[in-house]
């Protein structure tokens, strides 16, 4: 169990540092502060029950929360990830961050989904 805390620290930390160097900092925040305790409840549940199609679930809340957040600040200025901030970047930019972080819940998902079907 140790290494393998050691191997997700790790691995947060280089998403962290990617993340940050674009613009991303409060993002990765709220990524990542309750990652552990997911991890854990996560691999202490049974496994096996995933299947494909449920990878793409994991998209319609973020992409729910992308149209609102963007909305809202089309409405009032406030958005509350700089990287969605279209006065600052502009639509193509922003459009281009959105969509890497619904790559990244789509491979997370997926890199979730290979270990379900390995885990007793």
Known sequence: ?????AKTNN??????DFLEERG????NHAQFSRLHRFALFWLLRPHGGLRWPDVWLC???????????????????????????IGQFGAG???VNCAIMGAAFVVMASLLKLLDARLP
């Open 1 to 5: 169990m140790k290494k393998w805390l």
């Open 11 to 16: 691995a947060r930390r280089k998403i962290r």
């Open 59 to 85: 998209v319609i809340l973020p992409l729910g929360y992308f149209v609102y957040a963007l909305a809202r600040g089309a409405a009032d200025g406030w958005y509350p990830y700089a990287f969605m901030d």
């Open 93 to 95: 930019v922003v459009a």
């Open 24 to 27: 991303l900092e409060s993002a």
